[in-house]
């Protein structure tokens, strides 16, 4: 039952880590993929993005199909909305798997499906195990990933916090302080993006929030002082306001 109830927690890890856009391939229409994503067009980004029949456009397709799923897209639709964005990460994968981004979009669509698909299947293909490879196998290639230790934050944080630091280091491997870790790295690399604070703070609130209260409520503060610099930024932006209200009427 604690891994079961796990494997949704996980989904959430990779989910909400604001990732690095496609690179200069295909110009043109990878820049016309660019620009409907911050114009939170986010649908249109990702059959554009498809049509460049590249890892850097797979990759682009399936982080704005992500976020299309999740904020845009009717209930019933979601599983299968997500399923396909699985499937586009898994194509920027093998179209070239040295792409950590490629990785990284195919973790955050592995949270995603899992969320939807629920508990029970989800642990059945092993969504967790999954999440945190697809992750790990990002920083290998890049060390410099921000997004990817955010990714990496909140599934440590995500096991400790549900299962106790004893059965999280026993059963996953997972430890508070490797958590921590990956978040200040994270502050480290990208200290002015708005995605940084904010998924640190989710993660420090999944740890202990009687613990770490005051700091998230420091972090969040931060994330909500940066700018939103895109559509997908200005979501960030209301999940932080909407975070700190809610923590701060619950007696923080």
């Not at 410099?144 to 106790?164: D, E, F, N, T």
């Not at 002015?192 to 609130?205: D, T």
């Not at 932006?237 to 007696?251: F, N, P, Q, T, Y």
């Amino acid at each position: 039952m604690i891994r079961d109830s796990l494997v949704i927690r996980f989904a959430l890890l990779s989910c909400l880590v604001a990732a690095p856009l496609a690179g200069p391939a295909g110009a043109q229409s990878i820049d016309a993929a660019r620009t409907a994503y911050a114009e939170g067009r986010f649908a249109d980004a990702s059959r554009i993005a498809e049509r460049l029949g590249n890892s850097e456009g797979y990759a682009l397709a399936a982080r704005a199909l992500v976020v299309h799923t999740r904020y845009v897209a009717g209930q019933g639709k979601k599983e299968a909305l997500f399923e396909r964005a699985v499937g586009l990460a898994r194509k920027a994968v093998a179209s070239d798997p040295r792409n950590a981004n490629a990785h990284l979009q195919l973790a955050r669509a592995i949270g995603r499906l899992a969320q939807a698909v629920g508990s029970f299947e989800a642990a059945n293909q092993d969504f967790a195990g999954q999440i945190r490879e697809a992750t790990e196998t990002a920083l290998r290639i890049d060390p410099g990933l921000a997004s990817a230790y955010l990714s990496l934050g909140r599934w440590h944080a995500g096991i400790v916090g549900s299962a106790g630091s004893f059965v999280a280091r026993l059963t996953f491997g997972a430890r508070e302080r490797d958590a921590l870790a990956a978040f200040e790295r994270a502050l480290r690399l990208a200290p002015g993006r708005k995605a940084v604070p904010f998924q640190y703070a989710l993660g420090l609130l999944a740890l202990d929030e009687d613990e770490y209260r005051e700091k998230a409520r420091a972090l969040l503060k931060r994330a909500i002082e940066l700018p939103a610099k895109d559509a997908y930024g200005r979501l960030l932006h209301k999940r932080a306001v909407d975070r700190l209200k809610a923590l701060e009427a619950s007696g923080g």
